[in-house]
């Protein structure tokens, strides 16, 4: 059982709609980062988010904490091809040093 | 430019052939992790360092073997491959294991166990 559950696992979507990506968890965490990979690389660090509630905007990409930090979305507005890829959430437990990462959500954006 | 390198990029190997993986970062950074990303499972930690001398089991290190002598390089060391490590494997490093350092990836080893 993954400790970090993402939904959907894939998605697929026309160019200009607006999609929300799911990270779950029953865990309490001191932060949680997303990630987005492309295909031969490994992951890029999009954004971290530390405290709960917190909403932060990079461009057309909005994402929000829980306010339990437990869970996280991100949400992107207007999808455009450029945003394909594979999107993971991860984060560190109040203990430890572990990095957990979600399941991964496949993104492709049709032009 | 700063970057983290893992060789090689593809490995076939057969059952019980001990190998390694090579993994430097050139960042002066203090923590780094191995990881390994296998279909629906995302990205599983295998074991990961705070620092020179200092390893640490993550979710997933039976099997595996890790090293850190020094500051810019983390092996890992498979002593006898089993089919089921079949995967896709990323080196990660970032400044400290904080919450809000970074990780920087490798651009992966794919392994495959025959």
């Known amino acids: 059982t993954q400790l970090l559950e993402q939904s959907p696992q894939f998605l697929s979507i026309q160019e200009g709609e607006n999609l929300t990506v799911y990270c779950n968890s029953s865990?309490?965490?001191?932060?949680l980062q997303w990630y987005r990979q492309e295909p031969g690389e490994g992951p890029v660090l999009l954004v971290t988010?530390?405290?709960?509630?917190e909403v932060k905007k990079l461009k057309r990409l909005t994402f929000q904490f829980g306010d339990a930090r437990k869970d996280s979305s991100l949400h992107i507005t207007a999808a455009q091809p450029g945003d394909t890829g594979l999107y993971l959430c991860?984060?560190?437990?109040?203990?430890?040093?572990?990095?957990?990462f979600g399941t991964g959500t496949s993104l492709t954006v049709i032009p | 430019e700063a970057q983290v390198t893992q060789n090689p990029r593809y490995l076939i190997t057969v059952t019980g052939k001990k190998l390694t993986v090579t993994c430097s970062q050139n960042m002066n950074h203090e923590y780094m992790s191995w990881y390994r990303q296998d279909p629906g499972l995302g990205l599983r930690q295998i074991y990961y360092?705070?620092?020179?001398?200092?390893?640490d089991k993550g979710d997933v290190p039976e099997g595996y073997k890790v090293s850190r002598k020094e500051k810019r390089n983390f092996p890992l060391i498979l002593e006898s491959p089993s089919p089921n490590q079949t995967s896709l494997y990323f080196c990660?490093?970032?400044?400290?294991?904080?919450?809000?350092?970074?990780?920087?990836f490798g651009n992966g080893t794919r392994l495959t166990v025959t």
């Open positions: 865990s309490v965490f001191s932060s």
């Open positions: 360092s705070m620092n020179v001398e200092v390893t």
């Open positions: 988010v530390v405290t709960g509630g």
């Open positions: 991860a984060g560190r437990l109040n203990t430890g040093n572990q990095f957990y």
């Open positions: 990660a490093s970032s400044l400290r294991g904080l919450e809000n350092s970074p990780l920087h």
